[in-house]
Nanobody
Framework: QVQVVESGGGVVQPGGSLRLSCAASGSILSIGAMGWYRQAPGKNQELVAS???????AYADSVKGRFTVARDSARNTASLQMNNLKPEDTAVYSC??????????????WGQGTQVTVSS
């Protein structure tokens, strides 16, 4: 069974940094695009950053210049380095990945999310 798990969330002061990790495990043949989303209470879910197998990345305007997404295809992981965090970055951050299992087409899998709180 394929599983996606996020880790690295926590509580930080404004201006601080956190590094989130997303790990996929199971009977994985290959992984295509991986993405990071966030959702604050009462707000819509937002795509924060994405990275394709080619290495191409994309970021939401709200995090450009502060967040960096990377991946390690050999280990089926992705990371989100978050710098200069602001209170408005507070949210549950979730990772998704387009994963192909043996003998199947790509399907999207989601982690359960990790809480990031930025507060003074």
């Amino acid at each position: 069974q394929v599983q996606v798990v996020e880790s690295g969330g926590g509580v930080v002061q404004p201006g601080g940094s956190l590094r989130l990790s997303c790990a996929a495990s199971g009977s994985i043949l290959s992984i295509g695009a991986m993405g990071w989303y966030r959702q604050a209470p009462g707000k819509n879910q937002e795509l924060v950053a994405s990275i394709y197998s080619t290495g191409t990345t994309a970021y939401a305007d709200s995090v450009k210049g502060r967040f960096t997404v990377a991946r390690d295809s050999a280990r089926n992981t992705a990371s989100l380095q978050m710098n200069n965090l602001k209170p408005e970055d507070t949210a549950v951050y979730s990772c998704d990945a387009a994963i192909r299992t043996f003998g199947s087409h790509y399907a999207t899998y989601w982690g359960q999310g990790t809480q990031v709180t930025v507060s003074s």
